[in-house]
Antibody
Framework: EVQLVESGGGLVQPGGSLRLSCAASGFTFSTYWMHWVRQTPGKGLVWVSRINSDESRTSYADSVKGRFTISRDNAKNTLYLQMNSLRAEDTAVYYC????????WGQGTLVTVSS | DIVMTQSPLSLPVTLGQPASISCRSSQSLVHSDGNTYLNWLQQRPGQSPRRLIYKVSNRDSGVPDRFSGSGSGTDFTLKISRVEAEDVGVYYCMQGTHSQGTFGQGTKVEIK
């Protein structure tokens, strides 16, 4: 069974940093593209970033470019999102998603940026 | 950035009646590999999104056959042939063709 379990969310002050993790299981993690997608409570889905299977290709939404970094450790079956210079508008539930055609989604982890 | 525009944004439907959601992209979604990475997702209240359709018209395993996807280039449609109570939720189109992914605004399907 495919499982994606996000962790690392929480309350952080504006300007602060946070690293999200996504533990993957039930499939061959090293062969899949992976994404991060976020959703402000009560609002729509917003694509954040994606990474290919061997980390050679990454891309970011303009709103996070230069502040967020996506990475992965295929030996640990784990996807990461390093978030720096956080802003109030980054407050959202962050989902880890599998595949170039996103098929499996995690349950999400809530990031709240507030003083 | 590729902009994905869905319509309508709210769709009240009578049980057993059909429903249709349109999704238009600001640029062609045909990838250089020949595929069109257009997906449809369903998000029920309180749940994570679930993919229903991938590459325009391929239904995911376990998705009822009342759901169908069609379209090409920049214009795409999700159809529900007969709406059931469990179909209530928000539906999103999402493109993965271009290096920056994009979602539509979402269409809220509710029962009249």
């Amino acid at each position: 069974e495919v499982q994606l379990v996000e962790s690392g969310g929480g309350l952080v002050q504006p300007g602060g940093s946070l690293r999200l993790s996504c533990a993957a299981s039930g499939f061959t993690f090293s062969t899949y593209w992976m994404h991060w997608v976020r959703q402000t409570p009560g609002k729509g889905l917003v694509w954040v970033s994606r990474i290919n299977s061997d980390e050679s290709r990454t891309s970011y939404a303009d709103s996070v470019k230069g502040r967020f970094t996506i990475s992965r450790d295929n030996a640990k079956n784990t996807l990461y999102l390093q978030m720096n210079s956080l802003r109030a508008e980054d407050t959202a539930v962050y989902y880890c998603v599998r595949g170039l055609d996103p098929d499996y989604w995690g349950q999400g982890t809530l990031v709240t940026v507030s003083s | 950035d590729i902009v994905m525009t869905q319509s309508p944004l709210s769709l009240p439907v009578t049980l057993g009646q059909p429903a249709s959601i349109s999704c238009r992209s600001s640029q062609s979604l045909v990838h250089s590999d020949g595929n069109t990475y257009l997906n449809w997702l369903q998000q029920r209240p309180g749940q994570s999104p679930r993919r229903l359709i991938y590459k325009v018209s391929n239904r995911d395993s376990g998705v009822p056959d009342r759901f169908s996807g069609s379209g090409s280039g920049t214009d795409f449609t999700l159809k529900i042939s007969r709406v059931e109570a469990e179909d209530v939720g928000v539906y999103y189109c999402m493109q993965g063709t271009h290096s920056q992914g994009t979602f539509g605004q979402g269409t809220k399907v509710e029962i009249k």
